[in-house]
């Protein structure tokens, strides 16, 4: 029996599963597919998923990844004739196809997009997972779902017959269309999709024959991009009829030809597939003891790259939450906080991806509104506004502290230790999974009301880069997903009630000293 089974080997349930485990739960992932897909789904990772991940110690093998990403970016820049070093950077952030969010009026203490392709992602943490033990079931096609008050069933179709297993927690990160949800019946309210969208990766016969970006034409949209030579149109003509099946090279140099009015010369097309703009989300992400997360909790429009950073920090939420309750050590409440928490997420992700769609479509009376609003996001407060809502850095919680900070989730940010002055980051000391208390004024007061959670709270005491964005801050608690759940404000005089409150609230009760 495990303790929690995680339906989905992708991005977003390998990612719980490794939060799980570090906690110290037993996983068991089961996932349809043979082999991990090798579509590129996500071109590269967000903010704030990147910042959950180096929490967790992949910050070298994300950078790695990068690097390597950028240097076939630069290649295939230098084999298209007036190809830049702008355009071998990779893809510009954009809201409905207009690239001109300039992330440095928003981005701050290294915050940034990086470019690491799905694929790639989910090789870096299927090697996590098998470090850490956790097993992984594929071709395990889940047909069953039943749970009781004491744990959840769930029965998949193997290619050696109907197998089961029994956890405590089902967690459903199985995409758009998850036997999960549908099986438990959640409700998965929405609006209908209006578009096709098609991709591939492609070869033209002339190289020079497209620029990259986005090309609004007489029929819609025609994107594309070089890193691996994507290409994807999107037609305002309704759904395609099966999202499933397979996209032909001849389909997609016709759609390329209705959209932009002109033949595009594709020679060859691989992971050809199609999308759509349904955005639907569950109406709760928990019914009993069966959760969701990622795609399986809401889908939408791939507009802006903001899917898979979602995805990352609902498990990032969940994980801790998930682990305390199964070891025992949950305070009342605490996994219903993860709904209360990422469900406004969600139904915001939503909004604005519809609101993209409404601007690119090819009438003219959205062709006034796209132009219009292009103009606006050429006022530095707009552009900021957008690429802060696309990057997911307004999120605050509201867990009912007015300080600004409270409900935010930190940035990776410097820290040097008191001990030495060497120089570190805020992500070298959370690779547990633990909550932590910063000590950075030397109140050494704070770290003694807190010794009664040293079995789920570390403490780190340094000092606050000079100017940084702590200057005016004591000392904090963050959860384990990074999220701030108390301050101490700089000189103000410290109350143990306050912090121990924070505490129990989230860690539960002390340990009997």
Partial sequence: MADVVVVGAGPVGLMLACELRTAGVFVVVLDRLARPDPAIRAGSVGPLAVEALERRGFAKELLATEQDTLERYAAMAAAVPGGTDEEAAGPKEHFAGLDKIDSSRYEGAGRRRMRVEQPALVEILLRRTEELGVEVRRAHDVVEVRQDSDGVVVTAETPSGRRAVRGQYVVGCDGGDSMVRRLTGFGFAGTPATVTGRRGVVELADPSALSPG???????????????????????????????????????????????????????????????????????????????????????????????????????????????????????????????????????????????????????????????????????????????????????????????????????????????????????????????????????????????????????????????????????????????????????????????????????????L
């Fill in 214 to 512: 986005f090309q609004y034409g007489p029929g819609g949209v025609l994107v594309y991009g070089l890193g691996v030579n994507r290409l994807a149109t999107l037609e305002f003509d309704g759904p395609p009829e099966d999202t499933d099946g397979p996209l032909t090279t001849a389909e997609l140099r016709e759609s390329a030809r209705r959209v932009s009015g002109a033949d595009v010369p594709i020679t060859a097309m691989t992971a050809g597939g199609y999308f759509t703009d349904h955005a639907h989300q569950a109406s709760t992400y928990r019914m009993g003891r069966v959760l969701l997360a990622g795609d399986a909790a809401h889908v939408h429009a791939p507009f802006g790259g903001q899917g898979l950073n979602v995805g990352v920090v609902d498990a990032a939420n969940l994980g801790w939450k998930l682990a305390a309750e199964v070891l025992g050590h949950a305070p009342p409440g605490l996994l219903d906080t993860y709904c209360a928490e990422r469900h406004p997420v969600g139904a915001r992700l939503l909004q604005n991806t519809r609101a993209q769609t409404a601007l690119m479509r090819p009438d003219p009376h959205s062709t006034a509104l796209r132009e219009l609003f292009s103009d606006l996001m050429d006022l530095p407060e707009v552009d900021r506004f957008l690429g802060r809502m696309l990057a997911g850095f307004d999120i605050r919680y509201e867990l009912g502290d007015r300080d600004p900070l409270v409900g935010t989730l930190l940035p990776n940010l410097p820290l040097m230790t008191r001990s030495d002055g060497s120089g570190g980051t805020l992500a070298d000391v959370t690779h547990t999974a633990r909550g932590l208390l910063i000590d950075l004024g030397e109140r050494s007061e704070v770290g003694g009301a807190a010794t009664g959670w040293a079995d789920r709270v570390d403490l780190a005491t340094a000092r606050r880069e000079p100017d940084g964005d702590l200057d005016d801050v004591d000392a904090l608690l963050s959860r384990p997903d990074g999220c701030v759940a108390w301050v101490l404000r700089k000189g103000s005089p410290f109350d143990p009630g306050g912090l121990t409150a924070a505490l129990e609230r989230w860690f539960g009760a002390p340990l009997d």
